[in-house]
């Protein structure tokens, strides 16, 4: 087991019986057990956690997760929707505690392995705000001891925003802990460091290492003169309410960690596992509750304070693809792992831990989360979330559609005069009046299968909306008509005259 988000391999185990335990969804509107917690937002149009839709979305995933329980033998698990900053659905399935048949919960507590990461982003991007450090500034100027032998001969300094995306070169471990469940201190870590060299240059490629984050918590350590386990309490799990999660504590409350299943059909129960100088890679404890709250504070914008953690630029940053895996179908941003599912980009964060795995996954522009957290090694968190995405997450979307999208201004059958074929000197564009809207082609281009629609804003103007970034994609479209003059289309600052119809 390794710390990390990847997609771990399918396997076949038997049999046993989950205990079902449903959330009291009607209760679970984030932050009611933390003054902390930001204000509720208003009323959505659509009582979430009620409508049909997602109702039977959760009785077909239930249906299916029932089935991975038996047939699989998975111990247990617990998953939860969050629409916004509301908590739609939380269930848990299997056990705890296979041997004293202890029901899974959403309070059920799991190491949560590399999600840890996301906090060690979180807390670099308050010192940023606060000036105490820059995502530019090399590691060096904080920690002097940090002088491994480079993969070149002209590499240059790793920086610390090189660490949190992923692209430091860095080796992914620094010693034998996922063998012997003995991870270095911090001082031990100085001195494995000493005997290293980087398998790559700095930003040559996405390479996933939970060496590079353990040094961005001591970073954290030195420029604060606090332990990273404190810091974060103090400055993130404090002001979102998670009084649920801790660092490297054997808690009340944590489920038992079970190995993969053996070719006999045995599991080993694994001890509890100190990530000592690495808990800024992997040492939280959560549980679906806490991580709930979380996943609702990446949608709130506003400026940093109380349980808004960071501000909304630096979320924005944080969420942005920084560097990408060689076959361009995942990378990082700052923390954050980001993925394409179903030609939708989410991010978040997956974890492995000895008997733990577990996964998070944001898609931004719905405000919609899934959780899944395990309590086994073999249960392929990803695919479980994957699925829970495409029932329960797309149902949830699909009834807060009409809360989140701006009221759209209604169509004025006039419009349909600035329809027509116009022209400038770098080339002709369409505008085509379909029903009751207007679309953008390249006469001589195959754009015909997705044209640009010129979204209503009222006052004669429009907004070009395209798939892609290029262009003026987001900006004003205007038509200006005066006597004696064709038509002209303004997109931007540029414009274009209309030569048919004249």
Known sequence: MRTCNRVHRRRTLPRIRGVILAAAVASSVLGAQ???????????ATNVATDPDVLGAERLFSAWMDGQIAYRGLPGIVVGVVSDQQLVWARGFGYADVKAKIPMSPETKFRMASHSKLFTAIAIMQLREEGKLRLDDPVERYLPWFKAAPAGDDDGQITIEQLLSHSSGLQREAGDHWVSYEFPTADQLKRLYADRKAAFAPSVRWKYSNLAYSVAGMVIEQVTGQKWAAYVDRNIFQPLGMTSSSVDNNVNGLAVPYARRMPDGTR?????????????ATGITSNLTDMAR???ANFRRGARGGAQVVSSGSWREMHRVRSVEENWTSGSGLGYDISRINNRTWTGHGGGYPGNTTQTFLQLDDKVGVIVLTNTNDSNPGDIARQLIATVGAAVAKA?????????VAWDSTWARFAGLYRGRGGDSHVVLLNQKLVVITPNGANVDNPVELV??????????????GGVVGEVVRFVEEPGRPMRMYTGDSWIDRISPP
């Open 268 to 280: 080993e129960v694994l001890p509890f596992v100190d990530a000592r100088g690495m808990a800024a």
């Open 34 to 44: 933390s003054q902390a917690q930001a204000p509720a937002p208003p009323a959505r």
């Open 294 to 296: 979380f996943v609702s």
């Open 400 to 408: 807060t559609v009409p809360a989140q999208k701006p009221a759209a």
């Open 456 to 469: 209503p804003l009222g006052g004669g103007r429009f907004r070009f909306t395209a798939p892609t970034g």
